[in-house]
């Protein structure tokens, strides 16, 4: 099933929004304004406060810790990656696909 709207996604995914968007002065109506949003429409937010989506269209996960390509797809799980980016091989690991920890931008 394709993921469109936050409130699809795991409770862990969205309890890393919520904790994320505290931590960064957002109050509870703003908060669950994100919760009822669609997964796109954080995108903005994804940068400014840590965390991603993941590109496989099935399922949209947010995190904070996982994988990126060269090419800048981001994935939950390398089984996300595999699935998505066909041509995955284990030797691509470090190499075109590295494992990755976001923080939030700086803001000034």
């Excluded at 939950?76 to 595999?82: G, K, V």
């Amino acid at each position: 099933m394709r993921k469109y709207w936050v409130v699809e996604l795991s409770e862990e995914s969205k309890a890393l929004f919520r904790n994320l968007a505290k931590e960064h002065g957002l109050n509870e109506e703003e908060i669950q304004d994100g919760l009822n949003s669609k997964i796109g429409d954080l995108d903005e937010n994804e940068y400014l406060f840590g965390f991603r989506h993941c590109d496989n269209i099935q399922c949209k996960e947010f995190f904070n810790k996982g994988y990126m390509t060269e090419d800048s797809f981001t994935f939950c799980s390398s089984e996300c990656a595999e699935k998505t980016v066909k041509e995955i091989e284990e030797k691509d690991y470090g190499e075109y696909i590295f494992f990755t920890d976001w923080e939030p931008e700086l803001t000034y």
